[in-house]
T-cell receptor, first 116, second 112 residues
Framework: DQQVKQNSPSLSVQEGRISILNCDYT??????FLWYKKYPAEGPTFLIS?????DKNEDGRFTVFLNKSAKHLSLHIVPSQPGDSAVYFC???????????????FGQGTILTVHP | KAGVTQTPRYLIKTRGQQVTLSCSPI?????VSWYQQTPGQGLQFLFE???????NKGNFPGRFSGRQFSNSRSEMNVSTLELGDSALYLC???????????FGSGTRLTVV
């Protein structure tokens, strides 16, 4: 049962344009969401997160939007740069008194390619 | 400060053998989680340890086990290896098991 889904295996954009990566979830207990970026032969690197009490969070070129009613979140990268080319994972967690007890449920990932 | 260190980086084992992987968390981090990444299943949670106690466990068979030492270093063990255990095993550490997880580069295990 795939509780977190990234339906686009890949995305290709031009440098300077906006990249939009999407993620859907089915478990209504999830209340904290994260995006990670991963290069080959490296571990995932944390990018940005959002709590279910918010619908938007920004950090520089990265913005995450959360639509709880649709159980959908998206990551916007503006402007996209060639160095952003990597695999992007969304992850979700259930907050249990301020801790997730280590458990993040990941989507399958989307390969982003930014062309110069 | 030093990141999360996983050793070894690569490992080749024979079916039926057992293997132990090591993870040294960021200094001061007390929570260590383990994940398995495969092309078919993606990143899947194995278990989490905090202050030497397993607090959470994923849906993996009992052949997968782990432990954490008093210095927060963690090991995971897989017994009676199967071909399907071939994967990238990732360790992540956090201060107290909240959301600031930092991942290591992983151990690539190949079972032949």
């Amino acid at each position: 049962d795939q509780q977190v889904k990234q339906n686009s295996p890949s995305l290709s954009v031009q440098e300077g344009r906006i990249s939009i990566l999407n993620c859907d979830y089915t478990n209504s207990m999830f209340d904290y969401f994260l995006w990670y970026k991963k290069y080959p032969a490296e571990g995932p690197t944390f990018l940005i997160s959002i709590s279910s009490i918010k619908d938007k969070n920004e950090d520089g070129r990265f913005t995450v939007f959360l639509n709880k009613s649709a159980k959908h979140l998206s990551l916007h990268i503006v402007p996209s740069q060639p160095g952003d080319s990597a695999v992007y994972f969304c992850a979700a967690s259930v907050d249990a008194g301020g801790t997730s007890y280590g458990k993040l449920t990941f989507g399958q990932g989307t390969i982003l390619t930014v062309h110069p | 400060k030093a990141g999360v260190t996983q050793t070894p980086r690569y490992l080749i084992k024979t079916r039926g053998q057992q293997v132990t992987l090591s993870c040294s968390p960021i200094s001061g981090h007390r929570s260590v989680s383990w994940y398995q990444q495969t092309p078919g299943q993606g990143l899947q949670f194995l278990f989490e340890y905090f202050s030497e106690t397993q607090r959470n466990k994923g849906n993996f068979p009992g052949r997968f086990s782990g432990r954490q030492f008093s210095n927060s270093r963690s090991e995971m063990n897989v017994s009676t290896l199967e071909l399907g255990d071939s994967a990238l095993y990732l360790c992540a550490s956090s201060l107290r098991g909240n959301y600031g997880y930092t991942f290591g580069s992983g151990t690539r295990l190949t079972v032949v």
